[in-house]
């Protein structure tokens, strides 16, 4: 076994990737990330200690959050650029045990430093380490909440917004991962994952709208200009910002692609004429719709697939993306901004967009713009004209099984609504599934980062129906997941009290036969099953 890594949905046989990941990623990558992680553990084993004495440092937080986004699927392939963070890493946790007189326990054992010794040593500490099948799928559970949370934190931070308390309690479930808990107490920690994670969701919320308004319904063109153009993708808005006030007046433009096609939504970037459209469709197509793109691609978090000789050339990354012979462009320093010149120079010389499609979608159904027809929302409720709510959000794959999601999407009566976030809408989200007296069938809120929306939404309609309980609202959640946000989204709703989730197209396979009986006998969660099956017990209210 060369490697074991079962953090996402293409877990290889529905067990684990053991030799090559199924995203894609090496062996060797995946042995760094787990040493990163297990060092991330001593960090974080160290910091509680200081936070007792009153010795920690306030950079602490942030470098843990950035380093276990690194980690994430799809995110970073580069082993240098991990390795640069593992030895980052190790100096912290030292100086943090120097501090605070710390010389014992696994988390505290010293290396040479070498990266023959660091392959060694991630033999030794990854997954598997962890013998007792219910313990390792609990802390694991745990530990992918956690990365989840740390991609939302991290997004948050780079536009100024923070808050100790999320910090401090990451560090702390971090840290409770070399702890011998009880299941009740890793089973609490896990829900209090989901807690913390709906204060880091309205955090990021608070940050992006803040920054640049609040989305708007907005029509958002499928096809291409004349101009050569910039296609970004991820996630990261400051790196959207950015990159239009720096091509204004320069004769490029600028696309999105997958889950950047919310920006389209903020009043902010609606200024910028060279703005022209979405490119594309969920992140799994980037080979095809990289190459025919024709300029370069701006990576800006994770959704990266591993790269192609077409678009080699004309590919970058920036923040915690990487990708082995690909150019980075570097953090801003502090009160600067990120130097995009290098891929305005190569736009210029490159040919327009192949044009995929033509059109347009509708988009932009955060909780404002919700909130705003929120009359007209419930007077077709209580008309009967909405007979109920299905949340299809989280991710897109490529697994041929979520086909089920289209499927769903077009047996649904005609007097339901769709609400969704993240890449997942792509399945659905160019059906031509009319309206319900002006509101759309499919209301995107926009991406996997704004899945806060649709709690919130959740929450006032319970409170405008004067209901006790969420569960009693008309709301049904078929949720598609891939990777760790999705697994941190999953928490939020449970610990938001949302039972009777479905799942799908699989359930995790780090969810241990005597784990997953717990959260279906606590929280009713079910696999997918038949399309037909499903919508009857979705429309039952089951």
């Not at 479930?173 to 920690?189: I, R």
């Not at 004309?314 to 690909?326: D, E, K, S």
């Amino acid at each position: 076994m060369d490697m074991f890594c079962y953090q996402c949905q293409e877990a290889a046989r529905g067990t684990g990737c053991t030799v090559k990941g199924m995203c894609g990623k090496e062996a060797s990558t995946a042995g760094l990330q787990d040493l990163l992680v297990f060092i991330l553990k001593g960090i974080a084993v160290a910091d509680r200690e200081a936070r007792k004495q009153g010795k920690n440092d306030a950079g602490t937080g942030l470098f843990v959050v950035k380093a276990m986004f690194a980690t994430i699927t799809n995110a970073n392939f580069d082993n240098q650029r991990i390795t640069d963070l593992i030895k980052e890493a190790l100096q912290r946790r030292d100086e943090l045990k120097r501090k605070v007189g710390m010389t014992s326990g696994p988390e505290c054992v010293t290396w040479s430093g070498s990266e023959a010794d660091f392959a060694a040593k991630a033999k030794e500490v990854g997954v598997l380490s962890q013998p007792n099948e219910d313990v390792r799928s609990l802390r694991e559970l745990l530990v992918y909440g956690l990365k989840g949370l740390c991609a939302y934190t991290d997004h948050a931070a780079v536009l100024g917004y923070e808050k100790d308390e999320i910090y401090d309690f990451i560090l702390d479930a971090l840290a409770s991962t070399t702890d011998e808990l009880s299941v009740d107490e890793m089973t609490g920690l896990v829900v209090k994952c989901g807690e913390v994670a709906v204060t880091g969701m309205a955090l990021l919320d608070e940050a992006n709208t803040s920054c640049y308004g609040n989305p708007e319904i907005t029509k958002v063109n499928l096809g291409v200009g004349k101009n050569p153009g910039i296609l970004i993708s991820g996630h990261d808005m400051k790196d959207m910002e950015e990159l239009l006030k720096q091509t204004e007046g320069t004769g490029v433009d600028v696309y999105t692609h997958s889950e950047m096609l919310p920006a389209h939504y903020y009043p902010a970037f609606k200024n910028f004429d060279h703005f022209v459209g979405n490119y594309g469709n969920a992140w799994w197509l980037q080979d095809k719709e990289f190459a025919s793109f024709n300029g370069p691609i701006l990576m800006t978090t994770n959704c990266i697939t591993p790269v192609k000789d077409a678009y080699k050339d004309r590919i970058y990354t920036t923040g915690m993306a990487g990708y082995p012979g690909v150019e980075h462009i570097p953090e801003r320093e502090a009160g600067g901004v990120k130097d995009f010149s290098a891929i305005i120079a190569q736009a210029k010389t490159c040919t327009p967009p192949e044009e995929l499609e033509k059109g347009e979608i509708v988009g932009g159904f955060a909780h404002a713009q919700v909130m705003a027809l929120a009359d007209k929302v419930v007077d077709a409720v209580k008309s009967g004209a909405i007979k109920r709510f299905v949340v299809m959000a989280g991710c897109d794959g490529r697994h041929t099984s979520r086909s089920y999601f289209t499927e769903v999407a077009e047996a649904l009566p005609q007097d339901t609504v769709i609400m969704t976030a993240g890449c997942a809408k792509y399945r659905y989200n160019k059906l031509n599934l009319g309206d319900i007296g002006g509101i759309p069938r499919v209301l995107d809120a926009g991406q996997c980062n704004d899945s806060y929306s649709l709690a919130f939404i959740a929450l006032k309609l319970k409170e405008v129906f004067g209901l006790d309980d969420i569960n009693d609202l008309p709301i049904s959640y078929d949720i598609a997941w891939y990777e760790q946000k999705a697994v941190v989204v999953l928490l939020a709703l449970l610990a938001l009290g949302v039972k009777g989730i479905r799942l799908g197209p699989t359930l995790p396979a780090f969810l241990s036969p005597n784990v997953a009986k717990v959260l279906v006998d606590n929280f009713d969660i079910k696999p997918i099953g038949d399309v037909a099956s499903d919508v009857e017990a979705i429309m039952a209210g089951k």
